[in-house]
């Protein structure tokens, strides 16, 4: 299919109302479901249409990828089957052909060359996609990624290279991710998904290049609580749910919850008063029961014992080891080694974040260390840690990429503006060198994930929690695979 199918004009939608602006979630997650088999009906549309695929989404804002939050995962699926990007990572991790097919580079991996499909991308589409985005927000995680990259030559209609500031042995993983699809931002679409209708209750999109067309229908619900009726009543076979309902929507429907998303960690800041010292850091670690923060989050969750997702490709367990484990008595005497010390401020920006902050003031109190919540202005968290306002900050990753290399170079490189810390210490910078000059995805990787170790036993990383995706599938679909982004993957329909 061609770059140039038009989407629908109305790109920013109004999401519909409940009936009553004043019940309760509960009164309307049951209006959901005593509505949901009535509103969604589907058969009569399905019944002549082939393999079809029935989700019940909350539509987004918008479904460009480029100014798509990843968060979002309603948006993220759909902008995932409209669009492409170059190349794409699988969800068991494998990095494969989209729009390119095929790429090299240079033996110093500073310059990479994609052969495209001419019958659907040009060279010059590339270049201007990679542009837009490069000109977006520049505190975006995809623009920090693309930082490195000097320029952007059309060689050929049909070659597009890319050279790079530095050596980056992983570049082609990292424009796999979503936020680089190649968009126009004019409504557009690159994915092998194109849209044969779409109005504010119902969008359908075809996949022609099947050898049978493959059609996925989308339903437009008004919350996540209707989403999760309309699966639990059996008329949609995937739905976004909201994330305390994840594990009950998946056993009604037979099937695991099979993809985690999104880290949360908290960022200690060595060069403030309260840690400068690595006994205290230290101790901070050994003080914090996450298990226990985990077990009072309204969603499931995972304890965390690394920055990256289990689902991503790259990802190794255990790399925290037993500086993470809760350990009431090593923080003690960690302490007992420090004299005067300051009260740690811990920043927050909203709900969820003051429970954590409370929770974790409590934790250290019992050991003897004194904090202190401080609210900052949603936002400007990272500010408040680089104005040395507060001394530990909560922080969220959501990859724009399923590989560690998207996450680790960007959270550890003393000069990538993700890393809120600065120099993390010759060592880490040593093995973020070798991996970016190494083609070997499992010694890249292997590289990355010393460093994270390296950057854990300085204590100024805190996992705590691995957040579970949405998305719940019909077992009669087993091969829609929730990716590590929260995106889908849909191998073959019945």
């Given at each position: 299919m061609s770059f140039v199918r038009p989407l629908s004009l109305v790109l920013v939608a109004a999401?519909?109302?409940?009936?009553?602006?004043?019940?309760t979630a509960e009164q309307r997650?049951?209006?959901?479901?005593?509505?949901?088999?009535?509103?969604?009906?589907?058969?009569?549309?399905?019944?002549?249409?082939g393999p079809t695929l029935r989700l019940a989404l909350v539509r987004p804002e918008t479904w460009d990828p480029i100014e798509l939050s990843m968060s979002d995962q309603d948006g993220v699926i759909i902008a995932d089957l409209l669009f492409d990007g170059l190349t794409e990572a699988t969800a068991d991790g494998r990095l494969i052909p989209a729009l390119a097919s095929g790429w090299s580079s240079t033996d110093?991996?500073?310059a990479w060359t994609f052969a495209l499909d001419t019958e659907r991308i040009s060279a010059e589409q590339v270049r201007k996609s990679f542009e837009r985005l490069q000109n977006g927000a520049p505190e975006s995680a995809a623009s920090v990624l693309l930082s490195s990259v000097a320029r952007i030559d059309v060689v050929d209609s049909a070659t597009v290279r890319f050279v790079l500031s530095t050596p980056n042995a992983g570049f082609a993983w990292i424009v796999s991710g979503l936020p680089f699809s190649i968009t126009d931002g004019d409504g557009s679409v690159s994915g092998r998904y194109g849209l044969v209708s779409d109005d504010m209750n119902r969008t359908v999109l075809l996949d022609e290049q099947q050898d049978e067309p493959v059609s996925v229908i989308i339903d437009w619900v008004v919350d996540h609580e209707a989403a999760e009726a309309a699966s639990a009543s059996g008329v949609v076979d995937g739905a976004v749910v909201p994330l305390a309902a994840t594990v009950a929507a998946a056993q009604g429907v037979g099937a695991p919850v099979q993809a985690r998303s999104i880290v949360r960690f908290y960022v200690l800041d060595p060069s403030t008063p309260a840690?400068?010292?690595?006994?205290?850091?230290?101790?901070?670690?050994?003080?914090?029961d996450r298990a226990a923060l985990v077990e009072d989050l309204p969603a499931p969750a995972l304890v965390a014992d690394s920055l990256?997702?289990?689902?991503?490709?790259?990802?190794?367990?255990?790399?925290?080891?037993?500086?993470?484990?809760?350990?009431?008595?090593?923080?003690?005497l960690l302490l007992s080694e420090v004299g005067d010390r300051s009260a740690i401020r811990i920043g927050f920006s909203n709900d969820r974040e003051e429970a954590f902050a409370n929770a974790i003031v409590t934790q250290l109190g019992v050991v003897g260390l004194l904090a202190e919540p401080i609210e900052i202005?949603?936002?400007?968290?990272?500010?408040?840690?680089?104005?040395?306002?507060v001394d530990m900050v909560p922080f969220g990753w959501v990859a724009p990429a399923a590989s560690v290399d998207a996450v680790l170079p960007a959270l550890l490189s003393a000069t990538s503006p993700a890393n809120l810390i600065g120099s993390l210490g010759a060592e880490i910078d040593q093995a973020l060198l070798a991996a970016a000059v190494t083609g070997d995805d499992t010694d890249?990787?292997?590289?990355?994930?010393?460093?994270?170790?390296?950057?854990?036993?300085?204590?100024?990383?805190?996992?705590?929690?691995?957040?579970?995706?949405?998305f719940v599938a019909s077992p009669a679909f087993n091969d829609v695979l929730p990716r590590?982004?929260?995106?889908?993957?849909?191998?073959s329909l019945p």
């Amino acid at each position: 299919m061609s770059f140039v199918r038009p989407l629908s004009l109305v790109l920013v939608a109004a999401l519909a109302v409940s009936c009553s602006r004043l019940e309760t979630a509960e009164q309307r997650a049951e209006r959901a479901r005593e509505e949901a088999p009535e509103r969604l009906a589907f058969d009569a549309l399905t019944a002549d249409q082939g393999p079809t695929l029935r989700l019940a989404l909350v539509r987004p804002e918008t479904w460009d990828p480029i100014e798509l939050s990843m968060s979002d995962q309603d948006g993220v699926i759909i902008a995932d089957l409209l669009f492409d990007g170059l190349t794409e990572a699988t969800a068991d991790g494998r990095l494969i052909p989209a729009l390119a097919s095929g790429w090299s580079s240079t033996d110093d991996y500073q310059a990479w060359t994609f052969a495209l499909d001419t019958e659907r991308i040009s060279a010059e589409q590339v270049r201007k996609s990679f542009e837009r985005l490069q000109n977006g927000a520049p505190e975006s995680a995809a623009s920090v990624l693309l930082s490195s990259v000097a320029r952007i030559d059309v060689v050929d209609s049909a070659t597009v290279r890319f050279v790079l500031s530095t050596p980056n042995a992983g570049f082609a993983w990292i424009v796999s991710g979503l936020p680089f699809s190649i968009t126009d931002g004019d409504g557009s679409v690159s994915g092998r998904y194109g849209l044969v209708s779409d109005d504010m209750n119902r969008t359908v999109l075809l996949d022609e290049q099947q050898d049978e067309p493959v059609s996925v229908i989308i339903d437009w619900v008004v919350d996540h609580e209707a989403a999760e009726a309309a699966s639990a009543s059996g008329v949609v076979d995937g739905a976004v749910v909201p994330l305390a309902a994840t594990v009950a929507a998946a056993q009604g429907v037979g099937a695991p919850v099979q993809a985690r998303s999104i880290v949360r960690f908290y960022v200690l800041d060595p060069s403030t008063p309260a840690l400068a010292d690595l006994r205290v850091r230290r101790a901070v670690m050994a003080s914090i029961d996450r298990a226990a923060l985990v077990e009072d989050l309204p969603a499931p969750a995972l304890v965390a014992d690394s920055l990256v997702a289990p689902t991503t490709a790259g990802f190794a367990g255990g790399v925290c080891g037993v500086g993470c484990d809760f350990d009431a008595e090593r923080a003690v005497l960690l302490l007992s080694e420090v004299g005067d010390r300051s009260a740690i401020r811990i920043g927050f920006s909203n709900d969820r974040e003051e429970a954590f902050a409370n929770a974790i003031v409590t934790q250290l109190g019992v050991v003897g260390l004194l904090a202190e919540p401080i609210e900052i202005v949603s936002g400007q968290l990272s500010e408040a840690l680089a104005n040395g306002w507060v001394d530990m900050v909560p922080f969220g990753w959501v990859a724009p990429a399923a590989s560690v290399d998207a996450v680790l170079p960007a959270l550890l490189s003393a000069t990538s503006p993700a890393n809120l810390i600065g120099s993390l210490g010759a060592e880490i910078d040593q093995a973020l060198l070798a991996a970016a000059v190494t083609g070997d995805d499992t010694d890249r990787w292997a590289l990355l994930q010393r460093g994270q170790q390296l950057a854990l036993e300085q204590a100024v990383f805190v996992p705590v929690a691995v957040a579970e995706n949405r998305f719940v599938a019909s077992p009669a679909f087993n091969d829609v695979l929730p990716r590590a982004d929260g995106s889908i993957e849909i191998r073959s329909l019945p």
